[in-house]
């Protein structure tokens, strides 16, 4: 009997402790838990990516609503403004006598007209400049397909192609625009902040007069010192004649050479009926 008691004791024990066992091998399993399979995460990813466009939608939209408000109150406000001017030219041109006494209202009137379409342009190119982020063939565009838009200026980089400087010049010309001319610091650090080839080297529409011994732009205005370093621009016994940017710098180079460009011409005024 005690022989019995035992045999059942020790077999009880050991269910127990493969029991144990099977548990710890249980909590190991589920304290790993599997991977993703990779076509969830690639959900997950196209998930968030959707997520952040709408968010820049409805942000797009928001500020589309208001800046186009702000524009259509201030054209009604405009108007108003135009119909008294011509109202009060129309009275004194009726009674010469009194038109001292219109001019000074009238010259306010004028003030707020030109600060009204001043601030309304200001608001049509943040939005447009809103819109081309999205779409760069939004009609608002102020400049042509494959043109870059920076302030009052279109930029055309040709990368693929390699010309002499004439050659370089009489394309842009083409194109009815100049070789690029550098005219700020911000400019200057606009074009050297374009995603271009590491060794790309761009021709501008900067040379060298033998006549008058200095460096002109095409317009035939001088550079300004503050934005070019005069030890890059010595000519080596007048054989290089041409400047060229490269990597935020303006080097000289042969004018033979044959290298890319960029263009440059004024940017059309954006139109606030190009908005919609």
């Not at 309304?120 to 494959?146: E, V, W, Y």
């Not at 930029?155 to 009815?176: A, P």
């Not at 501008?204 to 095409?218: A, C, K, N, T, V």
């Not at 050479?257 to 908005?275: F, M, P, Q």
Request: net charge positive.
């Amino acid at each position: 009997m005690s022989e019995e008691v035992t045999y059942a004791t020790l077999s009880f024990q050991n269910s127990v402790e493969a029991g144990n066992i099977r548990d710890g091998n249980n909590l190991r399993k589920r304290g790993r838990p599997a991977p993703l399979p990779v076509w969830h995460q690639a959900f997950l990813s196209l998930l968030a990516l959707c997520l952040m466009l709408l968010i820049g939608l409805v942000t797009l939209g928001i500020m589309y609503l208001q800046i186009s408000n702000e524009i259509n109150s201030d054209s009604e406000k405009l108007s108003q403004l135009q119909k008294t001017v011509y109202q009060q030219q129309n009275n004194s041109s009726q009674q010469p006598g009194i038109y001292r006494n219109f001019s000074t209202e009238e010259e306010f009137l004028k003030s707020q007209i030109s600060s009204l379409l001043r601030k309304q342009g200001q608001m049509a190119i943040r939005l447009c400049q809103q819109l081309i982020t999205h779409n760069s063939d939004h009609k608002c565009n102020p400049c042509p397909k494959m043109w870059q838009w920076y302030q009052n200026s279109c930029y055309y980089f040709t990368t693929n192609e390699e010309k002499t400087w004439v050659n370089s010049r009489k394309d842009c010309m083409d194109k009815n625009s100049t070789l690029l001319k550098i005219d700020s610091l911000e400019e200057k650090n606009f074009l050297k902040s374009q995603l271009l080839p590491k060794f790309s080297f761009f021709w501008l529409g900067l040379s060298w007069d033998p006549s008058g011994r200095s460096w002109l732009w095409e317009d035939g205005s001088a550079p300004s010192a503050s934005l070019l370093s005069t030890k890059h621009l010595t000519p080596i016994n007048g054989s290089k004649g041409c400047a060229y940017f490269q990597k935020g710098s303006i080097y000289v180079s042969r004018c033979s050479a044959e290298i890319s460009w960029i263009c440059e011409k004024t940017a059309d005024l954006v139109k606030t009926e190009d908005l919609n």
